[in-house]
Nanobody, 119 residues
């Protein structure tokens, strides 16, 4: 099994910053891709940022210039630095990963971490 454990969510005022972390653990050979999604109340889950297969970062238009995704391959961890937060960034943020085990690619989700931005 593979576990994705997120941390770093919380309550922050508009204009503030938060840093999310997601660490992957368990039985796998390698990680193909990792990224962050979010889901606000009454809305569909949407992509926030991820690393493409080629290793380049990919961002939703709504967060470009404010959020930065990074990773530590040695720690199987991906981070999301969120700056200039807005109330509309309020959502549950989920980590997502494609991991490879014996040539099989499996997709996993973290449990989610709440981010609340007050105006």
């Amino acid at each position: 099994q593979v576990q994705l454990v997120e941390s770093g969510g919380g309550l922050v005022q508009a204009g503030g910053s938060l840093r999310l972390s997601c660490a992957a653990s368990g039985s796998f050979d390698s990680i193909k891709s990792m990224g962050w999604y979010r889901q606000a109340p009454g809305k569909q889950r949407e992509l926030v940022a991820s690393f493409t297969t080629g290793g380049n970062p990919n961002y939703a238009d709504s967060v470009k210039g404010r959020f930065t995704i990074s990773r530590d391959n040695a720690k199987n961890t991906v981070y999301l630095q969120m700056n200039s937060l807005k109330p509309e960034d309020t959502a549950v943020y989920y980590c997502n990963a494609d991991v490879i085990r014996r040539i099989v690619i499996m997709n996993y989700w973290g449990q989610g971490t709440q981010v609340t931005v007050s105006s």
